[in-house]
Each structure stands twice: as structure tokens, then as C-alpha cells.
């Protein structure tokens, strides 16, 4: 149904229309949700009229925002993203669980032939109905009620949504799913990090479920959820206002800035006392608490020369795809490399490894590399599992020289990914509705194939099979990977980081038993996952399972900063922005170390017993974490997560004012050599 011509006369007189069509292009469709359905919903519903007055000028933020009772509207995203698991074709019997304002109800009704929603308090299902009553959405129905029990009068239901996070599935609900129907709900023991399900109605009594993404959603309170919202509210989402540091803050803060290393600057930073510290060990994990703060890159540039130079350390391994990795890998040692028709690290974020402060390092390492015999180079190489296309190309291109009938039966098997070779993400979206076969076990054996000659080719040339080998693996765990991060399940993560964590390790297999290698990374890889939130969702990652494998033979550093400028985009795909870093909050770790008054630090954690107690800086608290994206509007609920520092890091890294990397572009570089990395 479409709503009064009225209200969008209002909404276009205030060019809320237009802010709205924004907001579904930038916030919605270019984060991935594309059932047309659901766009064309999303746009044509007023939200701010479901906002209370003085917020109105807030509607198309990609924000949750206040409404009354202490309740929130979900931000358009979530709204979009969960309207579109529920796989509507339209006229559907549609029950809502949580109205809140009415909004969600309301984008439903514009695809479903009735929805019937459900809230618990009074106040709020009041007005909810009459709002969508004066708005013309005649097919909605509002009930005040307890939303575990759902609406008994009225199933079954071909959808049901649950906008609000509960220990399980309620009994009640799924006995009101439709057969076929489907049922998406945030389920989670640990309050807080829900992980989104989708359960499906097979029969009168089997049900299938599956995980599709990580989010953070109220609690779901009735006879069948929670007991009491206060107490299964996320501690790290609760409101309140700055308080004065307490008597044990104080003295914790005392002691941080005891027991940090102070240095005037990366350039003149005496690190002995931490290459004491990191003694025998075989890995060292440097992480950054954003992708584009200058100071980390260089200083990670720092600690690495010295663990080269002084420590003997063999490769880097950075969070990189590995073709790109690998243009930098043949510069630095000095390889033959002939000119390539692309240009390294080309996929967004470019800024990411495309920026003065990588380009510094890397001449270092090629003017180092050239004093040494050629088998002592230091390699440099990448671990991360985005560049299908560039690795499927590598992969044919060796078997071209070394086993042309090989390549031939490759080029059949990986030309089932050739259609979305632009945008293998819609080859997840496609597989997944079940559009499109799975390209699975095409590209699996094209790796079965390649590693059962592993000896006759190895023979030939091992670095060159290394780099097949490598970018076939890549293959086989990059579809895997689409498939199932079109959803953003916690699967997804952890196939990445297993991925990066194999490549390791084969890393390290290759390049003999006594190498030792240098990792670069974000701190949520690099750090112990199982010290953080993300393994009540179920995520682990590379620190984690390095610590697992090597013991204390692996190094996990962490870095952080209070304020300053940081590189990143608010939209993936979008356009590079400077952005102003905000400072960090009372409740953080962060502010702790702020606190010290110190521009610049760092902290051995590994055996500062008094500082990993319950009672001291091992109390779990909340931490920041920017990736390529930052939104500061949303900055507390989108980039803070509670994790225990001493238990997550051996060592932490503090600037306390940091600047944004310098991005380079082709025109920057043009002048260097055609085999260097980032030319053209």
C-alpha cells in the first residue's frame, strides 16, 4: 500500500523525500541489501514522522534514535536488512514483535497484505496505532501484549520478526510460523552480542536455523525472553552522564603511567626494553586501532626494522590480499617481475596499504634486502582472501608456463565464478536464493589438482608454487567467504581469519622451522578474541588461534589512540575522508591511559601481575576499534566492545594524539620504476 499523498507532501516540503532516497542509496543498497521490494519500501516511508519532533532533522541517519518509554527506532539498516531475511514476494500475513514507534510495521506493510504487531508497553502501542492509522496504513494491526506469546488469534503467519534479542526462540512463536514460514529473531545466552538467526518452518515440528549476522537489539522481556530489561541490558550501551574518577581509577591510572615506557618520538623511541620483552618469540603480531592512522604504520615500521635488524626476524605478513602483497614481495627482494596490467592495492580501501607510510617501509626493505645474499631477503607477503579474480589469473597464468594441459581443466572449473567476476558479492546473494549453482567443488578440486602435483612442480620453481598454491587456497576460501558474508554471519569472520591463519602457518612451513615473522594487522585480528566480546558471538580470530598453536611464542601488541584525524569512509565503497577522531569515552580503556597525561608509550602487559587483576586494568572495560569505516555519530554502539586488555595484548602501543595516513595515488608514484608495487 502507499500512504496518503499528504504526507509525502510534507515529507518532500521539508526535502525530507530527497534525504530519504539518499539514505536508501548510501546507507542501505550500498551496504549490500538489494530485494527491490524492500528499497522501494524503505523509500517511501516517512520516518521522521515516527521520530519525535525535535529529532525529525536526524531521520535518515543510519542511527538508532530516542523515542519515548526509554525505547529506540531501530536505525534504516537493520529495519532494511531484516525485512529482507524474512524473503517476502509481497501479500504476505506478516507478525511484528516490538512496534515501537510503528516504523518497521509500517515499511512491512508496504510489501506484505497484513501485518500484526505486538508491543509490551502501553504507552507506545498507543501511539503506534494511531500514528499508522493516520497515515493510512489500514493493514497494520497493533496489539499491546506480552510479544513472547505473539498473537494467538491470528496465525498463521507466513514471516514473523522479532525486533528485540532473547535467550531462544519462543516456543509460542514458532507454533504460530506458517509450515515454509520464516521466523528472523536476535538469539543470544550472552546479552550482549545477539547473533541474527533465520529459522524456517519445515514440518509441524522440525525447524531449520541459520546464524546470518552479529547485531546489538534491545532485550526481549516477557514469560518467554528476559526477565527484566535492566538486567539484560548491554553494559556497554547503557546511558548516564561523566562521572569523576573514583579512588581505584585513580590509582590505576597511577600505576599505567608507572609502569609505561615513555618516548619523545617514534624516530627516537628506545625499544630494547620491549625486544626484551618479545625475547625468543617467533611471531610478533603488530595491530592498529584503525586503518588509518599514520602513527601506527610507523611505528609498526619501527618495531619491525629493529626485529629485522636485531632479532632476525624472516618475512612480514600483513593483512593483504596476496597477488598485491606479492608485487610489493618481488620489489623488495629484487625479483624479476615484468610490468602488470594492474595495479596493486586498486580495491577499495586503496588508503589502506596505498599511502606514504607503507610506500617509506617498503623502500627500506628493498634498499635493505639489496645488502643481502639472495636466500636472506625478507620477504613480504599477504594474508587476507579478497582478490578472487587477481588470484584466479595468477593461479592459470603458472599453469600456462608449467602444465598447460592443467590449465586448460583450471580455466573450465573457475570459469563457473566468471560471471561475477565485477562483483563476486552477488555470487553469494545469487547462490545463496538458490539462482545459481555453487561454484564449490569446481574450485576445490582446481587446489586438489594443483596441490596433488605439489612435489613435480615445487621441483621446479618453489616460490612461484608457493604463489600458485597460495592464490589457489585463495580461491577455494573466497567463495566460501562470499556465500556467506552476504549476510555477515560470524561465519564469515571466521573463515577469514582461519584463512589468514593457514596462510600463516604455510608461511612459516615454507620458509623453514627456524623463521620468525612479523604480522600487521587491526587489533581485532591480531588480538585474543577470547579475551573480548566477540567469543560470547562465537568469533575468533588470528591472535587467538596463534595463541593456540605457538603459546607464548607468539607476541600479540595492540595500539591506541585518545583523539586526532584518522583516514576512513563512512560508507563501504564510499569516498576517503579525513574525519576527526572523537575522544574517547570515560568508560574505556582508552581514557585510562589518557588519563596518564603521556603523548606516547608503551606498556609491557605479559607479567605486570598488579595491572591484570580483576580489580585493576584486567577489569573488562570497553575498547575502540575503527576500521575502514567510522561513523562518529554512532561511535559508542558501532566501535566499542567490552574486552579484558591484559588478557587480550601482551603489549599496548599509546599515541594519545594521532594524525591520518597519506594516501597516495598513481600520479604520486609515477616517476619510480614500472615493477614497483604501487605504479601503474
Not at 18 to 43: P, T
Not at 501 to 521: I, Q, R
Not at 665 to 671: F, G, L, N, P
Request: aromatic share 10%; glycine share 8%.
Amino acid at each position: 500500500m502507499n500512504h496518503p499523498d499528504s504526507t509525502e507532501a510534507y515529507a518532500g516540503s521539508d526535502s525530507f523525500q530527497s534525504r530519504r532516497k539518499w539514505m536508501v542509496e548510501h546507507h542501505i543498497a550500498a551496504r549490500g541489501v538489494r530485494d527491490k521490494l524492500v528499497l522501494e519500501a524503505m523509500e517511501r516511508v516517512p520516518r521522521e514522522l515516527f521520530l519525535p519532533e525535535k529529532l525529525r532533522e536526524f531521520a535518515y541517519e543510519d542511527a538508532p534514535l530516542p523515542i519515548a518509554e526509554e525505547q529506540t527506532i531501530s536505525q534504516p539498516y537493520i529495519v532494511a536488512f531484516m525485512a529482507e531475511a524474512l524473503l517476502l514476494k509481497g501479500g504476505e500475513r506478516v507478525l511484528e514483535i516490538g512496534a515501537g514507534s510503528g516504523y518497521a510495521a509500517a515499511v512491512l506493510s508496504e510489501i506484505a497484505g497484513a501485518v500484526y504487531t505486538v508491543e509490551r508497553l502501553g504507552p507506545l502501542a498507543e501511539r503506534a496505532a494511531i500514528l499508522l492509522a493516520e497515515l493510512g496504513y489500514h493493514n497494520v494491526h497493533v496489539l499491546h501484549g506480552d510479544g513472547t506469546k505473539g498473537w494467538p488469534k491470528h496465525p498463521p503467519f507466513d514471516a514473523i520478526v522479532v525486533a528485540a534479542g532473547g535467550p531462544r526462540v519462543p516456543e509460542s512463536l514458532k507454533h504460530q510460523l506458517k509450515i515454509g514460514g520464516r521466523l528472523v529473531m536476535p538469539v543470544g545466552s550472552d546479552r550482549s552480542g545477539p547473533e541474527l538467526v533465520r529459522v524456517t518452518r519445515v514440518s509441524a515440528n522440525e525447524y531449520l536455523s541459520e546464524d546470518i549476522a552479529d547485531v546489538r537489539f534491545v532485550p526481549l522481556i516477557g514469560d518467554e525472553g528476559w526477565t527484566s530489561a535492566q538486567e539484560q541490558r548491554p553494559a556497554g550501551l547503557r546511558g548516564g552522564v561523566t562521572k569523576p574518577l573514583t579512588s581505584e581509577v585513580e590509582m590505576l591510572v597511577r600505576h599505567i603511567g608507572e609502569a609505561a615506557e615513555s618516548f619523545p618520538s617514534i624516530e627516537a623511541a628506545d625499544l630494547n626494553s620491549m625486544l626484551s620483552r618479545i625475547g625468543s618469540t617467533r611471531i610478533v603480531l603488530l595491530g592498529e586501532s584503525t586503518h588509518g592512522t599514520s602513527e601506527f604504520y610507523r611505528m609498526r615500521d619501527r618495531i619491525t626494522r629493529d626485529l629485522i635488524i636485531k632479532k632476525g626476524f624472516r618475512f612480514i605478513a600483513v593483512e593483504a590480499d596476496w597477488p598485491d602483497a606479492a608485487r610489493v614481495d618481488h620489489y623488495v627482494r629484487h625479483f624479476q617481475y615484468p610490468p602488470s596490467e594492474w595495479t596493486a592495492f586498486a580495491r577499495f580501501p586503496t588508503w589502506m596499504w596505498r599511502n606514504t607510510e607503507v610506500r617509506d617501509f617498503v623502500s627500506w626493505l628493498r634498499k635493505y634486502n639489496g645488502t643481502l645474499d639472495h636466500e636472506k631477503r625478507i620477504a613480504f607477503h599477504g594474508l587476507d582472501l579478497y582478490s578472487l579474480y587477481d588470484s584466479i589469473r595468477s593461479v592459470l597464468n603458472y599453469l600456462d608456463e608449467v602444465d598447460p594441459d592443467s590449465a586448460r581443466i583450471a580455466r573450465e572449473r573457475y570459469g563457473c565464478l566468471t560471471p561475477w567476476q565485477h562483483d563476486p558479492a552477488t555470487y553469494g546473494h545469487a547462490a545463496l536464493t538458490g539462482s545459481y549453482p555453487l561454484c564449490e567443488p569446481h574450485v576445490v578440486r582446481a587446489l586438489t589438482d594443483l596441490l596433488a602435483k605439489r612435489r613435480a612442480y615445487a621441483e621446479h620453481d618453489g616460490e612461484r608454487f608457493l604463489d600458485a598454491e597460495q592464490n589457489a587456497r585463495l580461491v577455494a576460501n573466497a567463495e566460501r567467504y562470499y556465500r556467506i558474508m552476504y549476510y555477515g554471519s560470524r561465519a564469515s569472520w571466521n573463515l577469514r581469519d582461519s584463512h589468514m591463519f593457514e596462510t600463516l602457518t604455510n608461511l612459516l612451513s615454507f620458509h623453514g622451522p627456524d623463521s620468525k615473522v612479523v604480522v600487521w594487522a587491526h587489533n581485532s585480528h591480531i588480538g585474543n578474541a577470547a579475551a573480548t566480546e566477540m567469543a560470547a558471538r562465537g568469533e575468533y580470530n588470528l591472535g587467538q588461534l596463534c595463541r593456540k598453536k605457538f603459546g607464548s611464542r607468539a607476541y600479540l601488541i595492540g595500539f591506541g589512540t585518545h583523539s586526532g584525524m584518522v583516514t576512513a569512509a563512512s560508507d563501504w565503497n564510499g569516498p576517503m575522508e579525513i574525519k576527526t577522531i572523537r575522544p574517547s569515552i570515560p568508560e574505556s580503556y582508552e581514557r585510562l591511559c589518557h588519563a596518564t597525561g603521556l603523548a606516547r608509550f608503551t606498556l609491557g602487559l605479559r607479567n605486570e601481575g598488579y595491572l591484570r587483576g580483576s580489580t585493576a586494568l584486567g577489569k573488562e572495560r570497553l575498547e575502540r576499534a575503527i576500521g575502514v569505516i567510522y561513523r562518529p555519530e554512532t561511535e559508542r554502539e558501532s566501535h566499542y566492545f567490552r574486552a579484558n586488555l591484559p588478557l587480550q595484548f601482551d603489549e599496548y602501543v599509546w599515541f594519545d594524539n594521532t594524525h591520518a595516513v597519506t594516501a597516495l595515488d598513481t600520479e604520486a608514484v609515477k616517476d619510480l620504476p614500472d615493477t614497483y608495487p604501487f605504479g601503474v
